[in-house]
């Protein structure tokens, strides 16, 4: 009787395994970003104070898409490049993780493509695309 519970019990996780593989759902929203390079100061969201961008670099402007109101000023997102019109354009498998510190419609500095959901910093930009490309289709999810 034991040993027929854990078939079941065992066939039940092969099942939900399975199931898992198939049915991967994904919680992250499409858009467009663009590039952006100096001058970074001021922002939108903390003005002329230098210590806003991560060391990493890896920072970016909301668009409108996900500016809310400037509820976005902060957020993290993790954002790869799924696509653009030049193939090869996107590194593959490269996820980064950006924090928004501007609006892309105030930015000092005039972004590769303009009406994008985000625009990334240069560094940002080349992490996980060709940095000759001005337009990619990307991935985002706020973490």
């Known amino acids: 009787?034991?040993?027929?519970?854990?078939?079941?019990?065992?066939?039940?996780?092969?099942?939900?395994?399975?199931?898992?593989?198939?049915?991967?759902?994904?919680?992250?929203?499409?858009?467009?970003?663009?590039?952006?390079?100096?001058?970074?100061?001021?922002?939108?969201?903390?003005?002329n104070d230098p210590t806003q961008f991560p060391s990493s670099n890896?920072?970016?402007?909301?668009?409108?898409?996900?500016?809310?109101?400037?509820?976005?000023?902060?957020?993290?997102?993790?954002?790869?490049?799924?696509?653009?019109?030049?193939?090869?354009?996107?590194e593959p498998e490269q996820t980064i993780q950006i924090r928004i510190v501007d609006y892309a419609l105030q930015l000092e500095s005039t972004p590769s493509v303009s009406g994008t959901t985000i625009v990334l910093s240069e560094t940002a930009f080349r992490t996980i695309a060709n940095s000759t490309a001005t337009l990619i289709n990307v991935e985002f999810q706020q973490v």
């Open 58 to 90: 890896l920072f970016a402007a909301a668009g409108d898409g996900i500016w809310d109101n400037g509820a976005s000023c902060g957020r993290q997102y993790l954002v790869r490049c799924i696509s653009a019109s030049e193939p090869g354009t996107c």
């Open 1 to 47: 009787m034991l040993s027929r519970i854990r078939q079941a019990l065992q066939w039940l996780s092969f099942l939900l395994f399975i199931s898992q593989l198939i049915c991967n759902t994904s919680f992250a929203d499409v858009g467009t970003a663009a590039r952006y390079g100096p001058p970074f100061l001021p922002t939108t969201c903390y003005g």
